[in-house]
Every structure is written in structure tokens, then in C-alpha cells.
């Protein structure tokens, strides 16, 4: 399929929006009640910080809703108003926050329904709007959907749609795309939609694994299995792995999507050699900036002295997860939770662990007693009124 013949054609449609429907100030103060803090304003124009008797929180100089975000919210906020009374679904999580769901919820908007992995869109008649999520959806479901004679509104982020460009401009040169990413999000799965031949790596170790591959040091056999579920149909490492470009999920650790370009940039070098390099690896930069922001700003947090961290975002939130890890590499007590409900008034605390496999974990006696230093950061799809409910529940503990 020629996707970007078929984005051009859907983006001429008379069906289709992806600029909004300039009714931005008659949602604004929605927006605002349910997603602004002057109490978040007030902590950022005191150099990030608050102190409130022995409680000490400081705030990273950068986190919350990025620009992507914020504009996907207010369209889908948009949408509503301009069809107050028509179906209105959306192909996914708006964005990975419970809090931010439950209000589009609240305003008659449907999620397309999920069974093992497999959305349902059986109930999506003509006429029927759906909104596509920050992190964009299939070109399978593009198609569906216009097939299908849906009003789209296209919220995708545009850094996801440079990526999406970027794995067109490797099919255009026959090169294999090598993205980085978690193999299942909605994000990977439109990206690899919109790519030729594509294999996705999860970090650097699975990227290693290939380049070993690609230097003659691994066996076929056990790499296929390794990937199987992490490639383009017909994949062959031995024909597959000789050009190569590399993505990623725009959510993704910054430092080890550069590395991992790195790595087969010297990988190529190595066995084609300087000349002709160019003939098989190419390199574009796809790191988000907010989501390079945020990850510079929690480098320079939990370089100050902290007690422990909070990190708040939804459990599914990728960029949120890195944000975690960076706490966690630096030996910080560090604490991921995806709304202030799960910090108790009993002074324990319901958290995710950094390991995606394991359930949710209560601990008792989350804030010590005496003078205590808290870090905060938040994911970019974490609206700052999140963040001050947590600083309110830290406050009301710190009194105790």
C-alpha cells in the first residue's frame, strides 16, 4: 500500500480534520477548570519550589502536558462542541491519563471497545465521528474509518507524524526501519503501519542482538524467535539487515535511542566500511523535543538532594515510565502513580514498580517523619491539576 498516497488523499477529504474547528475559546474554560493549578503556577514562578513546615517539594523545571498533548485535548474538547449530538468515539485513549479519559467519558464520547489485543469497530456506523488519539492510529484503521464514511479528526501529535515520515523515507530508499519502542503500543503499531520492512527493538540490549546478527555473530534460528512478533511479515534478517534506517517511539528514553543509532551507525561502518556507508544506514533525528525536555529536567532533579520521588502519569504512559527509570538508576526512593487517590491519608501509598510485569505494590509509611525533601516530576500527558491534588495529599501527610 502507497501510505503516503492514501495520507494525501484522506487529508483532501472533506471528512477529515486535523487543524480543529476554531471554537478554541469556547472551550477554554473547560479546559482550564479541569486541567489548570495556580497553585502549580505559583510553585513554578518560586524556582520550582514549595516549602510548607517540614515538607520541602521540588518540582521538575519541566513535565506535565506538552504542547501535543494540550492540543489534542482541547480538540477532542472542540470536537464535542461542534457535533454536540452526534456519535462520537474515539480509536483510543486520548492520552495515557485515567483522569483526562473519564472526562471525555463524562462528555458522551465512546472508546472503541478492545478483546485480546483486537479493537471492535462493529458499532461505528456512517456518519459517525471518530477522533484519533496524540499517538495516532493505523493506516488499517485510517482506511476502515474512511471506508466506512466516519467524520475523522485527527489529533496525532505532529512529532509522531514526523516519525511517521521518517520510516516513509526509509521505504522510499528500501531501507529497514529499526524503531525503537515497546512492541505493542498504539504509537509503534501506526508507526510500523506506515513502514516498509521494519523490525522494533525494545532497548539496547535487543539492538545489540541484531547488530551481532548483522556482523555474522548470531544464529537465525533463535533470532527469529526472539523477534517474531517484532517484525514485518516475511522478514529475513540475512536479506533484511543490510540497510537500514532508524526511528522510534517519540516517547522513548532520549539517551538510548541515540545510542542505539549509534551503535549501527559503527555496526554498518564496520562491515561496509566509511564509503560506503551512506549506502546503508541512514540517520534522521526523531526525539521529541518536550519529550527531551522533561528527561533533561529530571536529570537536573535528581542531581539535588532528595528524599524520595514522585512520578505521576498513567501506568501505560511510556515517557512517564523513563522518567521513573531515571530516578531509579540514580538509587532515589522513587514512587510511580497515576492519580493522587493512591497516596492515603493513612500515610501509605499504592504504586507501580518499574518492572511492567509486576502488580500494583502498597507501602506503608511512605512519608518519614522529620524535616523530608520530594521530588516531582509528571508525564507529558499529565494535566497539572494531578499534580497539585499529589502536593495537596504531601501537605495534608507532612501536618500529620
Known sequence: ?????FKRSLHHSD?????????????????????????????????????????KVRLAEA???CWGVERAVAMAYETRKHYPHERIWITNEIIHNPSVNDHLREMNVEFIAVDQ????????????VVILPAFGATVQEMQLLNERGCHIVDTTCPWVSKVWNTVE??????????????????????????????????????????????LGNGDREAFMAKFANACSQGFDPDRDLERLGVANQTTMLKSETEEIGRLFERTMLRKYGPADLNDHFLAFNTICDATQERQDAMFSLVDEPLDLMVV???????????????????????????????????????????????ELRREDNFLPSGPVTVGITSGASTPDRVVE??????????EI
Open 1 to 5: 500500500m502507497d501510505t503516503h498516497a
Open 169 to 214: 523515507k526509509h521505504k522510499k530508499h528500501t531501507c529497514t526501519s529499526i524503531i525503537h519502542g515497546k512492541v505493542k503500543h498504539e504509537e509503534t503499531l501506526a508507526t510500523s503501519s506506515f513502514a516498509g520492512t521494519y523490525l522494533v527493538v525494545l532497548d539496547l540490549k535487543e539492538a545489540q542482538m541484531v547488530a551481532d546478527y548483522i
Open 117 to 128: 489485543g483486537v479493537k471492535d469497530f462493529s458499532g461505528v456506523d456512517c456518519g459517525d
Open 63 to 65: 513535565f506535565g502536558f
Open 15 to 55: 471528512r477529515y480534520n486535523r487543524r480543529g474547528f476554531g471554537r478554541a475559546d469556547e472551550v477554554a474554560g473547560s479546559l482550564e477548570q479541569a486541567y489548570q493549578s495556580s497553585l502549580i503556577g505559583s510553585i513554578r514562578d518560586n524556582d520550582y519550589r514549595l516549602s510548607h513546615g517540614r515538607l
Open 389 to 398: 491534588h499529589v502536593i495537596q495529599r504531601l501537605i495534608a501527610l507532612s
Open 312 to 358: 505521576i502519569g498513567g501506568y501505560n504512559s511510556s515517557n512517564t515510565t523513563h522518567l521513573q527509570e531515571i530516578a531509579i538508576s540514580r538509587g532515589i526512593r522513587s514512587f510511580h502513580i497515576d492519580t493522587p487517590e493512591r497516596i492515603g491519608a493513612d500515610n501509605s501509598i499504592e504504586h507501580k514498580p518499574l518492572d511492567e510485569e509486576e
